[in-house]
């Protein structure tokens, strides 16, 4: 009898289930849920045909080969009584993604970031139907992390760009990717900030003004789109915050601005390149404690640290000053003021309003054309990877601190063990004075001294390393063949 019952009542609960009707309000509520998860399909349906698969190669890598030895204990002390043959030469494959836009000339392009594509022999594009297409860069512009590629295939759908100046935190975006060839990802979050920069990314790129977004972004995702629900494109999608402890995605990704893509995407489509204003300056933020001691009212502005000789600012700028305004741009920090002055045409006179000795004062440059970043040295370390040394030219200040106040020349800021210099006993904080017999008074003059070595040949340094000065013969390497 006790089991008639419990059987009735079970199906007493089922009945009641099966006849449950929703309310007038609930019904209400889950037509608007309906509403949304529709216009999210729409949103994706959109989207996905104009995202493609990006496949690079490499050729020239080596390939890592694992020794025997490398999961036994302590492997490495094993390494040194058996030889291994260096690891052979092979193709390195990568993978990324990227958008199909209007490059305004009536063509269709593909945007994605540099750092997919950069050193690539070979790139293949997939597009959402399968179809493959060997493409090529149209242009590469390493200082927003952004390229586009031109192709062929022309009867594909483009996304149209979105107004990123109007992106709101809080609004709702999707990534969009091809982490693998197979498949695709839509993944959906909200704006957490905007204007981040100061990133430390692998060659970080050098104007930041990132959109933060929760949304996943997939390794793979890079150069895929972030848009709005409208399917625009707000950004392009392009890093990560990672912690190893946790895993590839912590809630915190970050996408480059689509009105700073767009910029891009058109200069590059114009002329194949990306052409800068210039100041020539080396400049930091001005904190809250800094505006205090210079006497500011309020933090903001970008000071000069430096003045990069034979620069647009040199003799009209000193050390020190505190831009505050382009023109009439208010200068919110030194990130921006590089974007400002990027904005404008090589040749344009610009008025800058300046805080120097506790006044405000109004200085005219004439800009000049940003070189390209591998050629930025002046007042700051390069390399010169022959000789394993990163050098600096020697200011007031470094000079006070190192005891060489009155010369002149370049200080080196770091040596690569196994190098060359290294081999020759050359020490950080030493300053080179002459090379070949030649003086040098700068990163610049140091470069061009550099650039008339030839493999092999041996070439004499003067360096002063405290009170002492001594020469110092260095052989440049001889090329790999």
């Known amino acids: 009898m006790r089991k008639v019952s419990v059987i009735l009542g079970l199906i007493g609960i089922l009945w009641s289930v099966n006849t449950y009707a929703f309310t007038e309000d609930e019904e209400r509520a889950i037509s608007q849920v309906e509403a949304i998860n529709k216009a999210f399909a729409a949103v994706a349906k959109r989207v996905m045909p104009s995202v493609v698969v990006i496949e690079t190669v490499e050729k020239g890598k080596s390939v890592h080969v694992p020794s025997p030895f490398e999961e036994w ?46 050193g690539a022999d070979k790139i293949t594009v997939v597009f959402y139907d399968g179809r493959e297409e060997e493409v090529k860069v ?36 999707l990534a969009v990717g091809n982490p693998f060839r197979e498949y695709h990802t839509l993944t959906m979050g909200v704006v957490s900030a905007k204007g981040r920069r100061g990133l430390n990314l692998p060659e970080a790129p050098t104007y930041q003004n990132f959109i933060q977004t929760d949304a996943a ?7 895929g789109p972030l848009v709005n629900i409208r399917a625009e494109i707000v950004g392009i999608n392009t890093a990560i915050q990672t912690k190893p402890t946790v ?16 910029e891009v995407l058109h200069e590059i489509v114009q002329t194949g390149r990306v052409v800068r ?43 020190g000053d505190v831009i505050l305004k382009v ?19 090589p040749g344009t006179r610009v008025k800058l309003t300046v805080w120097r000795d506790g006044k405000l004062r109004k200085v005219e440059v004439k800009l000049g054309e940003r070189p390209p970043r591998e050629a930025l040295a002046e007042g700051k370390p390069r390399t010169f990877g022959k000789l394993g040394m990163e050098v600096q ?14 010369e002149e020349g370049v200080v080196v800021t770091s040596v690569e063990p196994g190098s060359p210099a290294d081999d020759k006993g050359i020490r950080r904080g030493d300053l080179i004075k002459e090379v070949d017999g030649k003086k040098v008074r700068s990163v610049r ?23 002492r000065t001594f020469y110092v013969a260095l052989r440049v390497p001889e090329e790999e063949k």
């Open 73 to 118: 204990p302590f492997g490495d002390f094993w390494k040194r009584f058996f030889q291994f043959p260096e690891p052979p030469l092979g193709v390195q494959r990568g993978l990324g993604s990227g958008v199909i836009v209007d490059g305004g000339d009536g063509k269709k392009y593909i945007l994605t970031n540099n750092h997919v594509v950069k």
């Open 138 to 173: 149209k242009g590469r512009d390493p200082e927003t992390d952004l390229a586009v590629l031109e192709m062929k295939t022309q009867d594909v759908q483009s996304l149209p760009f979105g107004d990123s100046d109007k992106l709101e935190v809080g609004e709702i975006v």
């Open 217 to 223: 972004i997939n390794p793979g995702n890079s150069g």
């Open 247 to 262: 895993g590839a995605y912590v809630g915190i990704c970050f996408a480059i601005p689509s009105n700073m893509a767009k």
């Open 277 to 319: 204003g210039y100041l020539g300056v080396w400049i930091g933020d001005v904190d809250k404690d800094m505006a205090d001691a210079l006497g500011l009212k309020e933090k903001g502005g970008a000071i000069v640290n430096q003045i990069i000789e034979g620069g647009p600012s040199e003799g009209k700028l000193k050390k």
């Open 327 to 345: 023109d009439d741009q208010k200068v919110e920090n030194a990130s921006h003021l590089m974007r400002i002055i990027a904005k404008y045409e």
């Open 393 to 406: 030219t020697l200011t007031k200040d470094l000079a006070e601190r190192l005891g060489y106040e009155g």
């Open 445 to 467: 003059d140091y470069r061009r001294a550099l650039e008339k070595l030839k493999p092999g040949q041996a070439v004499l340094f003067l360096i002063r390393r405290g009170d």
